[in-house]
């Protein structure tokens, strides 16, 4: 059986106190999909619903987590 973990650095530990409330229930929902990759592709309007956050808040949150360097967005072929 294999099992699937998450290994976090300290510094990212530290850097967390830089987010709002929004920015991190997002990356939260985003871990929960995150595949071996580390991608995952959920669309504005699911991440919307499981943060209980408009899309347009979810968009912006987005925004702000790439501008710190705590998401990467591409798009998919």
């Given at each position: 059986m294999?099992?699937?973990?998450?290994?976090?650095?300290?510094s990212?530990?530290e850097?967390?106190?830089?987010l709002?409330?929004?920015?991190?229930?997002?990356?939260?929902?985003?871990?929960?999909?995150?595949?071996?990759?580390?991608?995952?592709?959920?669309s504005?309007?699911?991440l919307?619903?499981?943060?209980?956050?408009?899309?347009?808040?979810?968009?912006?949150?987005?925004t702000?987590?790439?501008?710190?360097?705590?998401?990467?967005?591409?798009?998919?072929?």
């Amino acid at each position: 059986m294999t099992e699937t973990f998450v290994k976090v650095g300290a510094s990212l530990r530290e850097r967390l106190k830089e987010l709002n409330d929004t920015e991190l229930r997002l990356l939260f929902a985003l871990g929960l999909r995150i595949n071996e990759e580390r991608q995952c592709w959920p669309s504005t309007a699911v991440l919307a619903e499981e943060c209980i956050r408009s899309e347009r808040q979810v968009r912006r949150s987005i925004t702000r987590l790439m501008a710190k360097n705590f998401l990467w967005v591409g798009r998919r072929a």
